[in-house]
């Protein structure tokens, strides 16, 4: 896994073959079609953040906002998610079932699909594609997802994909945004941008702009703009003055900060989509004072939450409870009592912790905006409790290198993950590369293992369950709050998708927005 980019990654079940491929886009359409009727027509311009000179067409290297709505736009993938409940449905594969204790998956691959460049999709353009992301030299940002497979074979019109272990959530896998399909997988020329998406690219400048063409022969008639262009703007305050001004119709990365400046805009609306992104405050569990777990209980109940969500956050966020799963996730354990600010217990546990003197907690700007200010409310809210934290602001650069895991209590943060299995995989699971906490438990990895492979859904949720429980009462997290994504743009842009997979409606703003005539 490439830790640096999981940390610019946004930043950082099986189906039926009977599934009809309406399902998905049906819902994305409801949803946009609520604010009227859609027009088509007209020119879009995207305000994006994360641009850079350095930037490749090739989905392999994709890890930007910006490369985010790239692949979305001129590319399709093997399976999509639904907006509102995160599950896969169809989309290049149009139906799907598994085998073999779900190790061996069969796609039905659709033959009515066609790339930019008037080739006709086929079974095997799949299967190269999937070849080239899971090649260990590859160097793409789904690599890591893709290490279970063991083989991946077209038959007729199916591809087949064979795993070294169970994964129910298999599909999901396939929706990441790497995986666009390419002719001939990508090997002949990774970076020319042919799809077979609802929009064609007809220019690309690295870190300065990208421009779009509807694509006339779209397979299922998606987007209604004629063209939209992406323009990078890494600069705020430019990207602030840009929608104000409206000299582009959307921008992302808004600050909870900038919320009151942005509203007194005419003109200007804030769109904000609760997501799985969530900050932490992760204790090294294997290092003392921090492998006493009554410290870590103290800690956990001496931080305001609803403190942190109104001045850090502004209120565009909801409460967390220590496990990284929020309501947004099939499985979620809603009957989990909910943690709250509490200096008595806190107290209570940090005096059974023996532990005396003050604690340190390395923080910095460059973690997410308002983390300094977290540090600080934490501070004054862990007194009321008695217990001391000394705040140590560190350097932005060099903070992922020099301080995340390299010291005992600091400041980070989570983006989405397709699965609940990818999340604790990354977060949690003993040797994952980004386990922060260093919570090596064999007992929590049996019980991840058993739900990735447990295809009954009760018995799925209690699995889950049982990790959320270990994770909140014995982990190393805390987990006060998960943010929305927030996005500024002009009231003429309409019918913007809420999509709880990630920012920017999942990266299909552009083919699901219209403007406003």
């Not at 890890?63 to 985010?68: K, T, V, Y």
């Not at 990208?210 to 397979?219: G, P, R």
């Amino acid at each position: 896994m490439d830790l640096a980019a999981s940390r610019r990654d946004f930043l950082k079940g099986s189906i039926g073959a009977g599934l009809l491929l309406g399902s998905g886009m049906g819902t994305a359409w409801a949803q946009a079609e609520q604010a009227g009727t859609p027009v088509k027509g007209g020119h879009l311009k995207l305000g994006l953040d994360g641009g850079s000179s350095t930037d490749s067409l090739d989905p392999a290297a994709y890890i930007s906002a910006i490369a985010f709505c790239l692949a979305r736009s001129f590319g399709d993938h093997l399976v999509e998610s639904d907006p509102v409940t995160g599950r896969a449905i169809p989309s290049i594969a149009e139906s799907w079932e598994s085998s073999d204790n779900s190790k061996t998956w069969t796609f039905k691959i659709r033959n009515d699909v066609q790339f930019h460049n008037g080739k006709k999709l086929t079974v095997d353009d799949v299967v190269k594609t999937l070849q080239r992301h899971s090649d260990e030299k590859s160097r793409s940002g789904a690599l890591g997802f893709l290490r279970a497979i063991t083989s991946i074979e077209g038959s007729g019109n199916d591809l087949v994909v064979k795993l070294s272990e169970s994964n129910v959530d298999l599909p999901l896998i396939f929706t990441a945004y790497h995986l666009v399909i390419q002719p001939n997988g990508g090997y002949d020329n990774p970076g020319e941008g042919v799809g077979t998406g609802p929009y064609k690219l007809v220019s690309f400048e690295p870190g300065v702009r990208a421009l779009f063409e509807k694509n006339k022969n779209d397979w299922r008639e998606r987007g209604y703009v004629d063209s939209f262009e992406i323009i990078a703007m890494n600069d705020p305050t430019a990207r602030i003055a840009a929608v104000s001004a409206g000299r582009v119709h959307l921008i992302n990365s808004v600050s909870a900060k900038t919320v009151p400046l942005l509203k007194r805009a005419p003109g200007v609306q804030i769109l904000n989509t609760p997501s799985r992104g969530h900050y932490t405050f992760p204790m090294q569990v294997d290092k003392a004072p921090f492998d006493n777990n009554d410290l870590r209980l103290a800690l956990k109940y001496a931080i305001d939450r609803e403190a942190m969500l109104q001045t850090v956050l502004g209120g565009y966020g909801t409460i967390g409870n220590d496990f990284p799963i929020n309501s947004s996730y099939p499985h979620f354990p809603a009957d989990i009592e909910q943690r709250s600010y509490d200096p008595d217990k806190a107290a209570f546990h940090f005096k059974k912790s023996g532990h005396d003197g003050p604690i340190v907690l390395r923080t910095s700007e460059g973690v997410y905006a308002g983390a300094v200010d977290g540090a600080l409310l934490y501070q004054e809210s862990a007194k009321k409790a008695g217990i001391a934290i000394e705040v140590k602001r560190e350097p932005a650069d060099g903070y992922w290198t020099n301080v995340w895991r390299a010291t005992p209590f600091c400041m980070s943060y989570y983006g989405s993950r397709l699965s609940q299995d990818l999340m604790y995989s990354t977060e949690h699971v003993s040797d994952s590369p980004a386990n922060e906490t260093n919570f090596n438990r064999p007992d929590f990895d049996t019980l991840i293992k058993q739900a990735r492979v447990e295809a009954d859904e009760a018995k799925r949720n209690e699995l889950y369950h049982a990790a959320a429980v270990m994770v909140r009462d014995e982990g190393g997290s805390i987990i006060p709050v998960f943010n929305d994504h927030l996005l500024a743009a002009t009231k003429q842009l309409k019918g913007y998708v809420h999509d709880v997979g990630n920012d920017l409606s999942n990266g299909y703003v552009a083919s699901r927005a219209w403007l406003e005539a």
